[in-house]
């Protein structure tokens, strides 16, 4: 007997993937499309030299409202929600009392007493668990709105004239990390310019029910079938543009074994906004410098890198890697790895263990992928 | 649909045989590349060394996943596809041609005899994929 497979979950695109022939994975129980008959390697190029469609629809949001929101989201999150203005957007963290990583976020701030977090799709539930447990006296409601809403990111130097084609939203007044209410398509949305592929770009907002109404015009209005027109992606062509502009990937980079300090999340670790949980101990490595650190190698030899492969320096292993690919765009094999704080520097030589293989690397800069602004 | 040539052996792994006297030209299959998406490397033994059926002789690479490639017969290497260092895409684009991997010498040539018939791969494939 074996036993039942658990039943995936599907976004309301679920039917249009397998009608544009995505081939569907199990990525933390959703049903995703991981490429569509062009091919990652398409996908991937297609978005950062014209633009690329992405359904994620099975990230999850969280409402926070009432008075003490900000109050609340600042005790649960490493970043500091009291500096967003109506219509920002800003990366953050929700923390463990050790500075390590139950999930990375968005914060959207509508009003001064209005916020959604939009969580990692695998870890919807147990961000929900974990925000609602730290609600205590503060005057704040939570509801996960998850299932209200689709989310699609059109992303690419194109993705500003395609989408507005279909909106009256001034697309170029709004700015990077910022969001505004509006129709598209006479859909009520909320657009963000915010991404996930190191690429200029929007994320869209709608109810669930209007997703393959938005999806179908977004297409249209990209020239979806032309040689150089949008493309639908799925999660290999996302991982590995996310990868080139070396963005964190939750359950490689950061999980609840890392800290912020640690993948060089300093950044949004705002240890003089008050207390949150973490500060402590963030404030503590941060006194004493984090023994290991998150950098980006790319392979100086022939082979291929991939998640969890040891790294060594002078032949004694030291770290793992996070995430390692081929990166489509610049033609190299590159990767991240957690490595000794002495070895973290640009330039160190480092070595892969690929299947029993020694291939040789080198630590460097990041974003391995920088767009020209 | 996948392309499966009638002149073919074919093994569970996805691999496909050429007969060529005492010689086996072995390559992945169409079904196997288009499961595997854009292959991006390929790594292969050198001639001269020794493979028992059903081992592994080396992986080919997409940009998501590595996958073994295994040698339906045994044998000595006697020449590999050399083209793969700058054009991996040849497995894709081209899996009976171009996209060939190794010869092989058979040590034992009635091997071939246990490897799927192109009609019985085809059946294989579909019970498969449903």
Not at chain 1, 157 to 179: G, N, W
Request: charged share 25%; hydrophobic share 35%.
């Amino acid at each position: 007997m074996t036993a039942p497979a658990l039943e995936l979950k599907k976004t309301p695109l679920n039917d249009t993937h397998r009608r544009l022939g995505g081939r569907m994975v199990d990525f933390g129980g959703w049903d995703m499309p991981v490429q569509y008959p062009a091919g990652t390697i398409e996908e991937h190029l297609r978005t950062r030299t014209h633009s690329g469609l992405f359904d994620v629809s099975h990230m999850g949001e969280i409402d926070v409202t009432g008075p003490d929101a900000i109050a609340f989201i600042n005790f649960v999150t490493s970043n500091d929600a009291s500096k967003l203005t109506d219509g920002q957007a800003q990366y953050s963290a929700l923390t463990t009392s050790e500075g390590t990583v139950i999930d990375d976020l968005l914060v959207y701030r509508f009003s001064p007493d209005k916020f959604t977090l939009v969580v990692n799709a695998g870890t919807t539930d147990k961000d929900w668990a974990w925000i609602t447990s730290h609600k205590k006296e503060q005057k704040v409601e939570l509801e996960n709105v998850s299932a209200n809403y689709c989310q699609l990111a059109v992303q690419g130097p194109e993705a500003l004239e395609i989408l507005q084609q279909l909106t009256e939203l001034p697309l170029v007044e709004i700015k990077y990390y910022h969001f505004r209410e509006g129709k598209v398509d006479g859909i009520p949305a909320i657009v963000s310019r915010t991404g996930y592929t190191g690429e200029d770009g929007f994320e869209v907002y709608a109810a669930a029910d209007k997703a393959d109404q938005l999806w179908q015009r977004i297409l249209d209005s990209g020239n979806y079938g032309a040689a150089s027109g949008i493309l639908p992606c799925g999660l290999a062509a996302r991982n590995t543009l996310r990868l080139e502009a070396a963005m964190a990937l939750y359950g490689h980079e950061i999980d609840e074994t890392t800290t912020l300090l640690e993948a060089n999340l300093g950044w949004i670790c705002k240890l003089n906004k008050g207390d949150f949980i973490g500060r402590e101990a963030l404030a503590k490595q941060k006194d004493e410098g984090p023994k290991r650190r998150l950098v980006g190698f790319e392979m100086t030899d022939r082979g291929i890198a991939r998640d969890e492969q040891p790294v060594l320096v002078d032949g004694e292993p030291v770290g793992r890697v996070t995430s390692g690919s081929p990166a489509p765009f610049l033609k190299k094999n590159i990767g991240m790895a957690y490595v000794p704080s002495e070895n973290a520097n640009e330039g160190q030589r480092i070595q892969i263990d690929v299947r029993g293989r020694l291939v040789d690397a080198q630590i460097v800069e990041t974003p391995f992928y920088k767009r020209e602004r | 649909m996948a392309n499966v040539p009638e002149d073919l052996h074919y093994s569970k792994d996805h691999e496909w045989v050429r007969v060529e006297g005492d010689v086996a030209v072995i390559g992945i299959t169409d079904y196997a590349q288009n499961s595997l998406g854009d292959v991006v490397y390929v790594e292969l033994p050198k001639p001269g060394d020794e493979f028992a059926a059903n081992e592994s002789f080396g992986s080919v690479e997409s940009v998501k996943a590595v996958s073994e490639v295994f040698s339906p017969v045994s044998g000595e290497v006697v020449a590999v596809n050399d083209a793969f260092n700058d054009e991996p895409e040849k497995v894709n684009a081209d899996p009976y041609g171009a996209g060939w991997m190794i010869r092989v010498r058979m040590s034992n040539p009635g091997e071939v005899d246990s490897l799927l018939t192109a009609a019985e791969y085809e059946d294989f494939t579909k019970a498969e994929t449903e």
